[in-house]
T-cell receptor, first 117, second 115 residues
Framework: DTGVSQDPRHKITKRGQNVTFRCDPI?????LYWYRQTLGQGPEFLTY????????KSRLLSDRFSAERPKGSFSTLEIQRTEQGDSAMYLC???????????????FGPGTRLTVL | AQTVTQSQPEMSVQEAETVTLSCTYD???????LFWYKQPPSRQMILVIR??????QNATENRFSVNFQKAAKSFSLKISDSQLGDAAMYFC????????????FGQGTELSVKP
């Protein structure tokens, strides 16, 4: 079990540019979550997928944000026209819904730290 | 709406001593999960311990244990025999079946361990 991986680990961009992050969940996990964490705060939910279906989006996810999980495996989170307020750590997590003692426990990746200049 | 509150922004403990981190939550649901996650500086968030609300027995994982008081909506984490590697930000989190799958996190407690 290789754990949740995220790429890139760090991204520096200029205001107005588009960025895309990737998350690879634990292989047998059917749920994938995106969170945003600013310095000194707990993570805030953005969106989640069950298999390839996006089941919920937070109001934090403005129309500049889009997430996909095209084949129910990896996911991408794209931010268009980045703003300085988008600077944060973007965390991905995965879980297995519907079986076993570890059901509904979310396991986190290392995160992608975004800095918008 | 469900909320999670950690009232201790910072805590300190002497190595080998015991420390308790506090967490309270607000919910109208009867079935849910509670978690403690640990986030070392610049490192990955990892699961420390999990508690199912329907279980009366408090969860334990080696040196980590919880005091789950469902009626009081309290979920504290006790770390025994503290080690230098326990220094981290600790987050309490709530998961409810009616929450659309998301975890709701507290603000975190930064734990330092003194040698």
């Amino acid at each position: 079990d290789t754990g949740v991986s995220q790429d890139p680990r760090h991204k520096i961009t200029k205001r107005g540019q588009n960025v895309t992050f990737r998350c690879d969940p634990i292989s047998e996990h059917n749920r994938l979550y995106w969170y945003r964490q600013t310095l000194g705060q707990g993570p805030e939910f953005l969106t989640y997928f069950q298999n390839e279906a996006q089941l919920e989006k937070s109001r934090l996810l403005s129309d500049r944000f889009s997430a996909e999980r095209p084949k129910g495996s990896f996911s991408t989170l794209e931010i268009q026209r980045t703003e300085q307020g988008d600077s944060a750590m973007y965390l991905c997590a995965s879980s297995l819904e519907g079986g076993g003692a570890s059901t509904d426990t979310q396991y986190f990746g290392p995160g992608t730290r975004l800095t918008v200049l | 709406a469900q909320t999670v509150t950690q009232s201790q922004p910072e805590m300190s403990v002497q190595e080998a001593e015991t420390v308790t981190l506090s967490c309270t939550y607000d919910t109208s649901e009867s079935d849910y999960y509670l978690f403690w996650y640990k986030q070392p500086p610049s490192r990955q968030m990892i699961l420390v311990i999990r508690q199912e609300a329907y279980k009366q027995q408090n969860a334990t994982e080696n040196r980590f244990s919880v005091n789950f008081q469902k009626a009081a909506k309290s979920f504290s984490l006790k770390i025994s025999d503290s080690q230098l590697g326990d220094a981290a930000m600790y987050f309490c989190a709530y998961y409810g079946y009616n929450q659309g799958g998301k975890l709701i996190f507290g603000q975190g407690t930064e734990l330092s361990v003194k040698p």
